[in-house]
């Protein structure tokens, strides 16, 4: 069973938007934190923005301005909105969801598989 589920990345020139969807599973249900996470070639991978479940976020100050990270709880899904896209945001995107699982309540992450951002000049 999936259970992250990412959509919207794909091929976009600069200056463009793209916005990614990251689905959760119903059965995560007890979810801390949601974010983004990007990896290009060569580099660690990097925070990008992050969305606690009291609404706080937290973006990486190279995007700031320009992404905005959003959720929608009874969707169970985290979307990132990135707008004025650079070549330098060229990435592989990861969603994270760190949620409390189990019958004694551990806490741990979950990682979708990447959705790539490719942005062109």
């Known amino acids: 069973q999936v259970q992250l589920v990412e959509s919207g990345g794909g091929l976009v020139q600069a200056g463009g938007s793209l916005r990614l969807s990251c689905a959760a599973s119903?059965?995560?249900?007890?979810?801390?934190?949601m974010g983004w996470y990007r990896q290009a070639p060569g580099k660690q991978r990097e925070l990008v923005a992050t969305i606690t479940n009291d609404g706080t976020t937290n973006y990486a100050d190279s995007v700031k301005g320009r992404f905005t990270i959003s959720r929608d709880n009874p969707e169970n899904t985290v979307y990132l909105q990135m707008n004025i896209l650079k070549p330098e945001d060229t990435a592989v995107y990861y969603c994270?969801?760190?949620?409390?699982?189990?019958?004694?309540?551990?806490?741990?992450?979950?990682w979708g598989e990447g959705t790539l951002v490719t942005v062109s000049s």
């Open positions: 119903r059965s995560i249900s007890r979810i801390n934190a």
């Open positions: 994270n969801v760190n949620a409390v699982v189990g019958f004694f309540d551990y806490t741990r992450d979950f």
